[in-house]
C-alpha cells in the first residue's frame, strides 16, 4: 500500500481544513487507517484512526468534538481527516498511516506511511 497525504496549509485560530489521504492498491478495503501528527522536538502522536470498513472510529482526547476521521473506500481509496476549532497547538506534520490490527493508536502497529503534509495554525 502506498499512502499519498495531501492538504495541510496555514490556517487561523479557529479555522478548518481537510486533509486527504489517496492510498494505492487492491487491498485498501482491508487495512485500517490512521492519522498520526509530529511537531518538531516532540513526538509522533495518534490523532484518529478508522476500521477497514469504516464503521469504528477512534480519536486522541485531545481532538474529540473537532476532528472527525473517514474514508470512502468503493470510490476513490481516500481518507480524510476533518479538523475543525483549530488551535495553534495542532500545529504539526500530519502523516497518514495503514494497519492490518484494529484501529490501534501506536505508531508501531501501522505498516505503512505516508510522508506527510505540514498544517500551521498561526494569525
Known amino acids: 500500500v502506498q499512502l499519498q497525504a495531501s492538504g495541510g496549509g496555514l490556517v487561523q485560530p479557529g479555522g478548518s481544513l481537510r486533509l486527504s489521504c489517496e492510498a494505492s492498491?487492491?487491498?485498501?478495503?482491508?487495512?485500517?487507517m490512521g492519522w498520526f501528527r509530529q511537531a518538531p522536538g516532540k513526538e509522533r502522536e495518534f490523532v484518529a484512526a478508522?476500521?477497514?470498513?469504516?464503521?469504528?472510529?477512534?480519536y486522541a482526547g485531545f481532538v474529540k468534538g473537532r476532528f472527525a476521521i473517514s474514508r470512502d473506500n468503493a470510490k476513490n481509496n481516500m481518507v480524510y481527516l476533518r479538523m475543525n476549532s483549530l488551535k495553534p497547538e495542532d500545529t504539526a506534520v500530519y502523516y497518514c498511516?495503514?494497519?492490518?490490527?484494529?484501529?490501534?493508536?501506536?505508531?508501531?502497529?501501522?505498516?505503512?506511511w505516508g510522508q506527510g503534509t505540514q498544517v500551521t495554525v498561526s494569525s
Open positions: 498511516a495503514a494497519t492490518r490490527a484494529f484501529i490501534p493508536s501506536t505508531p508501531g502497529q501501522y505498516e505503512y
Open positions: 492498491g487492491r487491498a485498501f478495503s482491508t487495512y485500517g
Open positions: 478508522i476500521s477497514w470498513g469504516g464503521a469504528t472510529a477512534d
